[in-house]
């Protein structure tokens, strides 16, 4: 086998190079974040498309070249489910993709890689093979198959559904997570403006395997990110698991009082269910619309006690601003599993504002529960030792 070094395969090889470094550190750090061993894997992929690139790039003869195609194709093949892999978990999606889902998700894979490497028998990858023009660096011109767009499609699907998701974590990050994302959405944006050359009938290079390198280039963005950004060392939670998994209830209302989201604790405190979105407050529960505070009070957050037949909640209620975030976050739990700092000396309790309190005082602050005062037979026998409980005083 012949290998002619030329500026098109010298490109590719270093593309390779590129990638092989983000890949050692991507598979270093994969443990780190939900995802990192999928991305770890994408790089692993990516390497050997580039570095198959790259020796395609440089061998002579058609039936050489064709067969590190071939070879490339382990690592086209692998890219894009596992980008949309590591794209759902990094996002918080990971239960979406199913055992049922993932088998789909790398059924069409397969197949192609299948097809690619028994292409001669069928044509369905690749219909013909011809040398670029005189002087464009050895590069061969491949036609295309009717399964070759099946894949490009495929692809494409995937890699948009994997950034959607990308995306939809971005909106609800604080700004240092959102240029984590940022980093990812670049990079998966990079090996599709170069699918997009490498089709265009003005590619100024025909033949050139551009969509590796696009992914080369990538892999140095997120090689940056994982130095500048700590890719992989602090990642986002999804906002829906965090809520979801919180043991207080959260109420959010509009700013004429309905319900726009609540989540499963406040449901099962307040014994509603998900059907009370889009209602009135007032109308699921009134009690509820009674203490939420109107607009003269004037007061960012109020807290108050709900007495419910299965029990006392505490609720505090957080004003969410003017315009178009206008509205009130109530949040509420329960009164008895609310842990009550004390004093181990006095048993004065801690309010919420740091003021020490009597126990009864604070309880009944709280709880609408008033104390009748008396004394125990321990304590009476302590105070009063001449005092026999049950016989009268006693005799001196």
């Known amino acids: ?129 011809t040398s670029a023009q005189q002087g464009s660096g050895n590069l061969l011109l491949y036609g295309h198959g009717p399964w070759y767009w099946v894949w490009v499609f495929y692809a494409a699907a995937a890699t948009c559904a994997g950034t959607a998701v990308l995306v939809q974590s971005a909106l609800g990050c604080k700004p240092f997570f959102l240029r984590q994302t940022l980093v990812f959405l670049a990079g998966a944006a990079l090996p599709w403006i170069g699918t997009a050359v490498y089709l265009s009938p003005a590619n100024p290079f025909p033949g050139l395997d551009f969509p590796s390198i696009g992914f080369a280039v990538a892999g140095g963005f997120l090689l940056v990110g994982m130095a500048k950004f700590r890719l992989f060392d602090i990642v986002p939670v999804a906002r829906a698991d965090l809520v979801e998994s919180m043991s207080e209830g959260l109420i959010v209302l509009d700013s004429v009082n309905r319900i726009v989201d609540l989540n499963a604790a406040a449901q099962a405190m307040l014994r509603i269910d998900a059907t009370a ?17 109107g607009e003269r009070v004037g007061a960012a957050v109020a807290r108050t006690q709900l007495n419910l037949p299965s029990g006392a909640l505490d609720c505090v209620i957080t004003s969410l601003g003017k315009g178009l975030g206008a509205g009130h976050l109530l949040t509420v739990r329960d009164s008895v599993s609310a842990l009550l700092p004390m004093c181990a000396s006095c048993k004065k309790v801690r309010d919420e504002a740091g003021a020490w309190q009597d126990l009864d005082d604070y309880v009944e602050a709280h709880t609408g529960l008033r104390f009748s005062h008396g004394l125990c037979d321990q304590c009476i026998a302590r105070l009063y030792p001449e005092v026999d409980m049950g016989r009268g005083p006693k005799s001196s």
């Open 277 to 293: 979105i889009g209602r009135p407050v007032g109308e699921v529960l009134r009690m509820l619309y009674d203490i939420i505070p």
């Open 1 to 129: 086998m012949t290998f002619v070094w030329t500026t098109a395969a010298a490109a590719l090889l270093t593309a390779s190079l590129v990638s092989s470094v983000t890949a050692a550190e991507a598979w270093r750090l994969r443990s780190r974040s939900p995802g990192g061993g999928f991305f770890a894997a994408m790089m692993i992929s990516i390497v050997t498309w580039c570095l198959a690139a790259g020796l395609e790039a440089a061998a002579v003869g058609v039936p050489a070249k064709v067969l590190f195609s071939k070879i490339g194709y382990l690592g086209i093949c692998s890219v894009a489910p596992l980008f949309m892999s590591f794209a759902f978990s990094y996002g918080g999606k990971r239960h979406i993709l199913t055992p049922l889902l993932t088998v789909l998700v790398w059924l069409l894979p397969v197949v192609t890689l299948v097809l690619a490497l028994t292409n001669e028998w069928h044509h369905l990858i690749w219909t013909a093979f």
